[in-house]
């Protein structure tokens, strides 16, 4: 039983490029949870997403950030037009019901250049 | 969200009992009280959580004080991968989806 699959690991993007980050939840997993950890820092909510939808989107900033959790395949992190603030580890967690703990992945490092 | 307090670092030796302190005196009824620890490169993990009794897994034991208002994670006997970051985080599930909010925590320290 795998656990939460975050890909790449490693993400390098130049400034004004696009950043995609993959995350496929544990097995019956339904709930799923993204994290930014900038260096040196704790970790930020940003999104709670179920199938199809956006639960919680407080913690995500306002413009080029966006996510998805599509009914088929993984949920997406979509960074646009990115910049070297974005530059941290992203990481995502699933749930299997919402007030059950969480799994994490293992994250995937963003580094704008 | 009420606010837990933690000291910023702690060192052990290994194979000694580690006792992280957690405060949250604004605790509610209905708060439980999660752990979950990262280690270095990595996410965080699930240790432990209760809502007023101690508790114990093949982690760690959990203490929590008979007013809440403070707990204790114990690792009985600390081994060199217990070295990472250590997180309290109260969660109130009574209402609904309830974010889990991650403070700074308790940066342990294992010598060999």
């Known amino acids: 039983n795998a656990g939460v699959m975050q890909n790449p690991r490693h993400l390098v993007r130049r400034r004004g490029q696009e950043a995609r980050l993959r995350c496929s939840p544990m097995?019956?997993?339904?709930?799923v949870y993204w994290y930014r950890q900038l260096p040196e820092e704790g970790l930020k909510f940003m999104v709670y997403?179920?199938?199809?939808?956006?639960?919680?989107e407080s913690g995500m900033p306002k413009e080029r950030f966006s996510a998805e959790f599509p009914k088929e395949g993984p949920s997406i992190l979509r960074i646009q037009q990115v910049v070297r603030g974005d530059s941290a580890a992203y990481f995502c967690?699933?749930?299997?019901?919402?007030?059950?703990?969480?799994?994490f992945g293992s994250g995937t490092r963003l580094t704008v250049v | 969200d009420a606010k837990t307090t933690q000291p910023n670092s702690m060192e052990s030796n290994e194979e000694e009992p580690v006792h992280l302190p957690c405060n949250h005196s604004?605790?509610?009824?209905?708060?439980?009280i999660h752990w979950y620890r990262q280690l270095p490169s990595q996410g965080p993990e699930y240790v432990i959580h209760?809502?007023?009794s101690n508790v114990n897994n093949r982690m760690a034991s959990l203490a929590i004080a008979e007013d809440r208002k403070s707990s204790t994670l114990i690792l009985h006997r600390a081994t060199l991968r217990d070295a990472a970051v250590y997180y309290c985080?109260?969660?109130?599930?009574?209402?609904?989806?309830?974010?889990?909010?991650f403070g700074t925590g308790t940066r342990l320290l294992v010598s060999p």
């Open positions: 967690a699933s749930s299997l019901l919402e007030d059950y703990g969480y799994t």
């Open positions: 097995k019956g997993h339904s709930h």
């Open positions: 997403l179920q199938k199809e939808n956006i639960i919680d």
């Open positions: 604004t605790i509610s009824g209905t708060d439980y």
């Open positions: 209760g809502l007023t």
């Open positions: 985080i109260l969660r109130d599930t009574s209402t609904g989806f309830q974010k889990l909010v």
